[in-house]
C-alpha cells in the first residue's frame, strides 16, 4: 500500500503542472528561437519532451477503476479500498457432527476416487470408540471447536505418545481452543491452533499436526438429505498430491431423549415385521465408498470394497428400491436397470435391463427376529442379487435369505452382513450399507 500510494501521489503532483506545462510548450513554438544553437534548441525540446509524457501518464488517470479523480483535495483524502467480505457460513454444515461408526467411515488412498490403500472396519471402529464419540461443532456465527471428551485416539506422532490407542487427549489437539470455521465452493476450511476435522494429524502439507497458518481445508459433500457430511483432504502426501484421506460425519440431531431405545409406540415381539418400524420403509445402497464390501469375516473386508468410481459406475444399482412395507411383504424396485453380471448371462458385467427372476417382478416377504431379517420370494434379495446363504448363484434354498442387520440411532442407516456363501470359509462376509429415503 506504500508503493502504491508513492507513485499516486507522483502522478497528481504531475497532473498540476500540466497546465504549466502546455504554456511552456505553447510559448516555446510561438518563438520559434531561431537564434539559438542546434544544441541548445534540441536540448530544450527534449526537456519539453519529458515534460509532456507527463501528459500521457496523466491520460490514463480516469481509466483507473473506472472513476475520475479529484485533484482539487490533498492526497491525503485519498479513501483505501474497504475489504467487507466476511467468512462465508453454509448453514447446512451449522451443527455437531461425528464419525460416522460404520464400515469405510475413515479410508486413504492414492486419489479421491482411490481410497483401496486402508479403510476402517467394524473392528477397527470398535478399537477406536474414543474417536467416533468426538463431536466436530460448527457453529452459526462462524466458531469451531473439537469437543474431544475424556479420551480421543492418540497416535506416536504426538508428544508422550509411545503406542496408538485411546487416552487423553493431548495439547494443541485436546479442544481447548475454540477456532473458527467457513465454508464456499465446496470446501469447508477450519482455522485455530489444534483445531481439525476426523484425524487431527491430517492436513494439507502434511501429517504432523501442524499446518501453515493453523488453517487446513477440506472438500465436502452433504448426502442423506444433509445429514451425512463427506469430507476429503489432499496435499498431505508431498509424493502424491493427489492422496486422498476421506472422513464420513452424521449430524447429531436433537433427537430429546436418548437413552439408546426407540419409543415408536410398538411393542418389538421379535419376529413381528409390521411392528419393526425400524426396518419398515424404502431403502437404498449408500452411494459412498465402501457401501459394498466383502472379506473373511465381518470384521475384515479386506478383500474388496467399492470406491467412488465403482459408485458411479454401478450408478443404476444404487438407485434400486428396497422396499419393506408394514403388511410384511417386501419388494425390489429395479426401475429400467440394475447391475448385471456373468452369473446371469451378462459378459461383461455392466448396467442392464433386470433378468428374471431378479427383476423386480414379484412380490415376496420380509420378517425380523433379533437382528436378523430374512426376505422370502423368487428373485427377492437385498444389496446383491447373487449372493444368499449358500452360494453365490442367485438361487436359494427355498427363495429364502437371511441377513444380519443394524441400524442407526437416527433410524437413516442400515447396515447389513451376509454369510455362509463362500463353503471354504463360511466366516466370509458380504457387507452393504442402506439409506432410508
Given amino acids: 500500500m506504500q508503493n502504491f500510494d508513492f507513485y499516486y501521489d507522483w502522478l497528481v503532483k504531475i497532473r498540476n503542472i500540466r497546465v504549466e506545462t502546455l504554456v511552456c510548450i505553447d510559448r516555446y513554438l510561438k518563438l520559434k528561437p531561431k537564434k539559438k544553437s542546434?544544441?541548445?534548441?534540441?536540448?530544450?525540446?527534449?526537456?519539453?519532451?519529458?515534460?509532456?509524457?507527463?501528459?500521457?501518464?496523466?491520460?490514463?488517470?480516469?481509466?483507473?477503476?473506472?472513476?475520475v479523480i479529484d485533484t482539487s483535495d490533498d492526497s491525503d483524502d485519498i479513501e483505501e479500498p474497504i475489504d467487507n467480505d466476511e467468512p462465508e457460513i453454509d448453514p447446512l454444515l451449522v451443527g455437531s457432527w461425528?464419525?460416522?461408526?460404520?464400515?469405510?467411515?475413515?479410508?486413504?488412498?492414492?486419489?479421491?476416487?482411490?481410497?483401496?490403500?486402508?479403510?476402517?472396519?467394524?473392528?477397527?471402529?470398535?478399537?477406536?470408540?474414543?474417536?467416533?464419540d468426538d463431536l466436530y461443532i460448527l457453529a452459526e456465527d462462524g466458531t469451531f471447536e473439537n469437543d474431544l471428551g475424556d479420551a480421543t485416539w492418540l497416535e506416536p506422532w504426538q508428544e508422550?505418545?509411545?503406542?496408538?490407542?485411546?487416552?487423553?487427549?493431548?495439547?494443541p489437539h485436546d479442544g481447548a481452543e475454540a477456532g473458527v470455521w467457513s465454508a464456499d465452493g465446496g470446501i469447508v476450511t477450519v482455522s485455530g491452533s489444534g483445531v481439525f476435522l476426523g484425524l487431527a494429524k491430517v492436513?494439507?502439507?502434511?501429517?504432523?499436526g501442524n499446518p501453515s497458518n493453523d488453517t487446513i481445508e477440506y472438500e465436502y459433500t452433504l448426502l442423506d438429505n444433509d445429514q451425512?457430511?463427506?469430507?476429503?483432504?489432499?496435499?498431505?502426501?508431498?509424493?502424491?498430491?493427489?492422496?486422498?484421506?476421506?472422513?464420513?460425519?452424521?449430524?447429531?440431531l436433537d433427537a430429546g431423549s436418548d437413552?439408546?431405545?426407540?419409543?415408536?409406540?410398538?411393542?418389538?415381539?421379535g419376529n413381528?415385521?409390521?411392528?419393526?418400524?425400524?426396518?419398515?420403509?424404502?431403502?437404498?445402497?449408500?452411494?459412498?465408498?465402501?457401501?459394498?464390501?466383502?472379506?473373511?469375516?465381518?470384521?475384515?473386508?479386506?478383500?474388496?470394497?467399492?470406491?467412488a468410481a465403482d459408485v458411479e459406475t454401478r450408478s443404476c444399482l444404487y438407485d434400486d428400491l428396497y422396499i419393506f412395507n408394514e403388511d410384511g411383504s417386501f419388494e425390489n424396485d429395479l426401475g429400467d436397470a440394475t447391475w448385471l453380471e456373468p452369473w446371469q448371462g451378462v459378459d461383461p458385467e455392466a448396467c442392464g435391463q433386470p433378468v428374471a427372476p431378479h427383476d423386480?417382478?414379484?412380490?415376496?416377504?420380509w420378517t425380523v427376529d433379533a437382528e436378523t431379517v430374512t426376505v422370502s420370494g423368487s428373485g427377492i434379495y437385498l444389496g446383491l442379487a447373487k449372493v444368499h446363504n449358500g452360494g453365490e448363484d442367485g438361487d436359494p434354498v427355498d427363495d429364502t435369505i437371511n441377513y444380519n442387520f443394524s441400524i442407526s440411532d437416527d433410524g437413516t442407516i442400515m447396515e447389513v452382513t451376509i454369510d455362509g456363501w463362500n463353503p471354504d470359509l463360511p466366516e466370509a462376509t458380504w457387507f452393504f450399507r442402506f439409506l432410508r429415503q
Fill in 98 to 132: 461425528k464419525l460416522d461408526p460404520t464400515q469405510g467411515s475413515l479410508a486413504v488412498g492414492p486419489s479421491a476416487n482411490d481410497l483401496s490403500w486402508w479403510s476402517i472396519t467394524n473392528q477397527d471402529i470398535e478399537l477406536r470408540s474414543c474417536i467416533y
Fill in 228 to 252: 451425512i457430511l463427506e469430507v476429503r483432504i489432499s496435499g498431505w502426501l508431498g509424493d502424491n498430491p493427489d492422496a486422498t484421506w476421506f472422513y464420513r460425519f452424521t449430524n447429531q
Fill in 38 to 67: 542546434n544544441a541548445m534548441k534540441t536540448k530544450e525540446l527534449l526537456m519539453l519532451m519529458i515534460m509532456s509524457l507527463s501528459l500521457i501518464f496523466i491520460s490514463c488517470e480516469n481509466d483507473i477503476s473506472g472513476s
Fill in 272 to 307: 413381528n415385521s409390521s411392528g419393526n418400524t425400524e426396518v419398515t420403509g424404502t431403502w437404498t445402497l449408500d452411494p459412498t465408498e465402501g457401501s459394498l464390501a466383502v472379506g473373511p469375516s465381518a470384521t475384515d473386508l479386506s478383500w474388496w470394497s467399492i470406491s
Fill in 259 to 269: 437413552d439408546g431405545n426407540t419409543d415408536d409406540g410398538n411393542t418389538d415381539d
Fill in 360 to 365: 423386480g417382478t414379484t412380490i415376496g416377504d
Fill in 160 to 171: 508422550g505418545v509411545d503406542e496408538e490407542g485411546c487416552g487423553a487427549p493431548v495439547a
Fill in 203 to 208: 492436513h494439507n502439507t502434511g501429517e504432523d
